[in-house]
């Protein structure tokens, strides 16, 4: 068994040169960093005595030992409750601006990215599928996945009758669907895109789509160019 | 059997005709043990004077943090748990009334049929050494409600119904995905044709595009066979979604009943305001950096909570007489109940709504 500051200190000393006082020194100070409510005292206790939003930022302190430069961040308050997961995005961001450093933030909460994220890739099947700034994946979404995973989530400042869920479901990936993985689920699925596997396609400085819908565009775009 | 037992008693009344279920200040305590003899030294006070009514019909939400008491609170009503103190008056098909909290050993088993619960996660709640078909038909084979052969062709019957292929019965839970097998449980659920079905955290365990799908076959089904729903959940945006009338609940208590847009548009306990406000919208444009409401500390230890109000500690609006005295539940007007000291004078922020 050890307690949050044997398993934040491992890093400390591992990583630096540095005595085992200034050790306890520096996890205290970010104890302190994270919100931890009497983090001299804190360090001693053990994890399972914590609530679940404490335990989160003392993983948030672990994580941040050795200023780095990126953070990877995976699904980081899904087990939280909404209230303690507001203060968790909160303190991110702030601690983002602080370490100045990039986030990869690993979600399957759109609420959540709306909320934290800058830039957004959206995953389907081990592919990244279309990638843009948030304003752009959410406002204006071209990959039918996007846009049916936009559809199909209740919004709670919206009233609806009823929604509109992607059809089937994510396929094992050991029986991958030949073609673009997601054309036995897409809604606007042309016979090719059983068998050719779209490649990125550039629709703007920041927005890459994989679909065949936007290549055939571009290239029936040079095709028009070039005539 | 059920005639027995309400003659037996006092006739029971319920404040309003169209109510199907009325939970009068319900408790549930659970003792805290310690030593070889099991000395009870405290009490887990789970929930704790809970009270709210569901009409026939409709979709009352259950929401709160967790640990807040939901899920007691909905286990008692399918009294998978005895309740400590409290009424839980339920109308029968024929119009006469029952205390379910009353019932004991085995005048339950009628309402066994009646009042169901779907679980939260469909891989443990499905039993893996037993066909679907036996999952499904258990519960009619120990209540002798059906034949065998009415049992195959209900069984069949419901499994198209929840979108799955009949031949799928002889099949185990292992070869199912998780959406599956929740519309699996779901049709366990309804296999005895029931009139109120709990859904506890019904959706919570699924990806959002399955959640979807979920959410309309229970909205389909409701339709079809008449049900209520007492819908527990702690996401904000899928009770919003399906309920009718929502019941917010903090340490074992309910703060604030009301029906669903008016209780998103206009909050009248802090504790409210606080959960709408932590709620992340899908849209970058209404990003609330820096406006959202900060519940400073925990949440309190059910088995010692704060003096007073349960809530003043992380309340933004206390005053002396929060820490003192409980604030009672309220008729605010309108089917709006709040227990707040000051529920008419705040001036409390809700969702913004888009057209």
Same mark, same amino acid.
């Given at each position: 068994?050890?307690?949050?500051?044997?398993q934040?200190?491992?890093?400390?000393?591992?990583?630096?040169?540095?005595?085992k006082?200034?050790a306890?020194?520096?996890?205290i100070?970010?104890? !302190?960093? +994270?919100?931890?409510?009497? *983090?001299?005292r804190?360090?001693?206790e053990?994890?399972? @005595?914590?609530? $679940? $939003?404490?335990?989160?930022?003392?993983?948030?302190?672990?994580?941040?030992?050795?200023?780095?430069?990126?953070l990877?961040?995976?699904?980081?308050?899904?087990?939280?409750?909404?209230t303690?997961?507001a203060?968790?995005?909160d303190l991110?961001?702030?601690?983002?601006?602080?370490?100045?450093?990039?986030?990869?933030?690993?979600?399957?909460d759109l609420?959540?990215?709306a909320?934290?994220?800058?830039?957004?890739?959206?995953?389907?099947? $081990?592919?990244i599928?279309?990638?843009?700034?948030?304003?752009?994946?959410?406002?204006?979404?071209?990959? &039918?996945?996007?846009?049916?995973?936009?559809?199909?989530? *209740?919004?709670?400042?919206? @009233?609806r009758?009823?929604? =509109?869920?992607?059809?089937?479901?994510?396929?094992?990936?050991?029986?991958?669907? $030949?073609?673009?993985?997601?054309h036995?689920r897409?809604?606007?699925?042309? &016979?090719?895109?059983k068998?050719?596997?779209?490649?990125?396609?550039?629709?703007?400085?920041?927005?890459?789509?994989? %679909?065949?819908?936007?290549?055939?565009?571009?290239?029936?775009?040079?095709?028009?160019?070039?005539? | 059997?059920?005639?027995?037992?309400?003659?037996s008693?006092a006739?029971?009344?319920?404040?309003?005709?169209?109510?199907?279920?009325?939970?009068?200040?319900?408790?549930?305590?659970?003792?805290?043990?310690?030593?070889?003899?099991?000395?009870?030294?405290?009490?887990?006070?789970?929930?704790?004077?809970?009270?709210f009514?569901?009409?026939?019909?409709?979709?009352?939400?259950?929401?709160?943090?967790?640990?807040?008491?939901?899920?007691?609170?909905?286990? %008692?009503?399918?009294?998978?748990?005895?309740p400590? !103190? #409290?009424?839980?008056l339920?109308?029968l098909?024929?119009?006469?009334?029952?205390?379910?909290?009353?019932?004991?050993?085995?005048?339950?088993?009628?309402?066994?049929?009646?009042?169901?619960?779907?679980?939260? =996660?469909?891989?443990?709640?499905?039993?893996?050494?037993?066909?679907?078909?036996e999952n499904?038909?258990?519960?009619?084979?120990v209540?002798?409600?059906?034949? *065998?052969?009415e049992?195959?062709?209900?069984?069949?019957?419901?499994?198209?119904r929840?979108?799955?292929?009949?031949?799928?019965?002889?099949?185990?839970?292992?070869?199912?995905? #998780?959406?599956?097998r929740?519309r699996?449980?779901?049709? @366990?659920?309804?296999?005895?044709?029931?009139?109120?079905?709990?859904?506890?955290?019904?959706?919570?365990?699924?990806?959002?595009?399955?959640?979807?799908q979920i959410?309309?076959?229970?909205?389909?089904?409701?339709?079809?066979?008449?049900?209520?729903?007492?819908?527990?959940?702690?996401?904000?945006?899928?009770?919003?979604h399906?309920?009718?009338?929502?019941?917010?609940?903090?340490?074992?208590?309910? +703060?604030?009943?009301a029906?669903?847009?008016?209780l998103?548009?206009? /909050?009248c306990?802090?504790?409210?305001?606080?959960?709408?406000s932590?709620? /992340?919208?899908?849209?970058?444009?209404?990003r609330?950096?820096?406006?959202?409401?900060?519940?400073e500390?925990?949440?309190?230890?059910?088995?010692? /909570?704060?003096?007073? %109000?349960?809530?003043? /500690?992380?309340c933004?609006?206390?005053?002396?007489?929060?820490?003192?005295e409980?604030?009672?539940?309220?008729?605010?007007?309108?089917?709006?109940?709040?227990?707040?000291?000051?529920a008419?004078?705040?001036?409390?922020?809700?969702?913004?709504? +888009?057209?």
């Amino acid at each position: 068994m050890y307690t949050v500051g044997n398993q934040i200190m491992e890093n400390v000393v591992l990583h630096n040169r540095i005595s085992k006082k200034e050790a306890r020194d520096l996890t205290i100070d970010l104890l !302190a960093k +994270v919100g931890i409510p009497k *983090p001299d005292r804190l360090i001693d206790e053990y994890p399972f @005595r914590l609530s $679940g $939003g404490m335990r989160q930022r003392a993983m948030i302190a672990m994580a941040l030992v050795c200023n780095p430069n990126m953070l990877i961040a995976d699904e980081p308050t899904t087990a939280l409750d909404v209230t303690t997961q507001a203060n968790i995005l909160d303190l991110m961001v702030n601690l983002q601006e602080q370490y100045n450093m990039a986030m990869l933030f690993i979600t399957h909460d759109l609420g959540v990215v709306a909320e934290i994220a800058d830039d957004v890739a959206v995953m389907y099947l $081990g592919k990244i599928v279309e990638t843009s700034d948030a304003n752009t994946v959410f406002n204006a979404p071209k990959h &039918p996945y996007t846009q049916a995973l936009l559809r199909s989530i *209740p919004k709670i400042s919206i @009233r609806r009758e009823e929604l =509109d869920p992607i059809q089937g479901m994510v396929p094992n990936p050991y029986r991958r669907p $030949g073609g673009c993985p997601f054309h036995p689920r897409c809604v606007q699925s042309l &016979p090719e895109c059983k068998t050719i596997t779209p490649t990125n396609t550039r629709l703007g400085d920041h927005h890459t789509v994989q %679909c065949l819908l936007y290549e055939n565009l571009e290239s029936q775009k040079a095709a028009e160019y070039i005539s | 059997m059920t005639s027995q037992v309400t003659l037996s008693q006092a006739p029971l009344q319920m404040k309003a005709d169209d109510t199907l279920l009325e939970v009068n200040n319900l408790k549930k305590y659970f003792p805290i043990t310690q030593g070889i003899f099991s000395q009870v030294k405290g009490y887990t006070k789970a929930a704790d004077d809970v009270s709210f009514f569901i009409r026939q019909g409709e979709t009352v939400g259950l929401v709160g943090e967790s640990g807040c008491g939901k899920t007691t609170v909905g286990r %008692c009503i399918v009294r998978a748990y005895m309740p400590t !103190a #409290g009424e839980m008056l339920y109308r029968l098909a024929d119009g006469s009334v029952v205390d379910l909290g009353k019932l004991q050993g085995k005048d339950i088993r009628p309402f066994r049929k009646d009042l169901r619960l779907i679980f939260q =996660d469909p891989y443990s709640s499905l039993n893996p050494r037993m066909t679907v078909f036996e999952n499904i038909s258990e519960v009619l084979k120990v209540n002798k409600l059906a034949t *065998p052969a009415e049992m195959r062709e209900r069984v069949e019957a419901l499994l198209e119904r929840v979108g799955l292929r009949s031949e799928y019965k002889q099949r185990y839970p292992h070869a199912f995905s #998780g959406g599956e097998r929740q519309r699996i449980s779901i049709a @366990r659920a309804l296999v005895t044709k029931p009139r109120l079905v709990v859904c506890d955290e019904a959706v919570s365990a699924l990806d959002v595009s399955i959640r979807a799908q979920i959410l309309n076959l229970l909205e389909e089904l409701q339709a079809d066979f008449n049900l209520t729903y007492l819908f527990i959940s702690h996401d904000l945006s899928v009770i919003r979604h399906i309920c009718n009338r929502i019941v917010v609940m903090y340490v074992g208590k309910v +703060v604030e009943v009301a029906n669903g847009l008016e209780l998103y548009t206009n /909050p009248c306990h802090p504790y409210t305001e606080a959960l709408m406000s932590a709620v /992340p919208i899908p849209n970058p444009q209404a990003r609330k950096a820096g406006t959202r409401i900060h519940l400073e500390g925990e949440i309190p230890d059910p088995s010692n /909570p704060p003096s007073g %109000c349960y809530f003043h /500690p992380r309340c933004r609006y206390a005053q002396d007489i929060c820490s003192s005295e409980a604030p009672p539940l309220r008729n605010l007007g309108e089917d709006h109940f709040a227990a707040c000291h000051f529920a008419e004078k705040l001036d409390l922020n809700g969702v913004r709504m +888009v057209a």
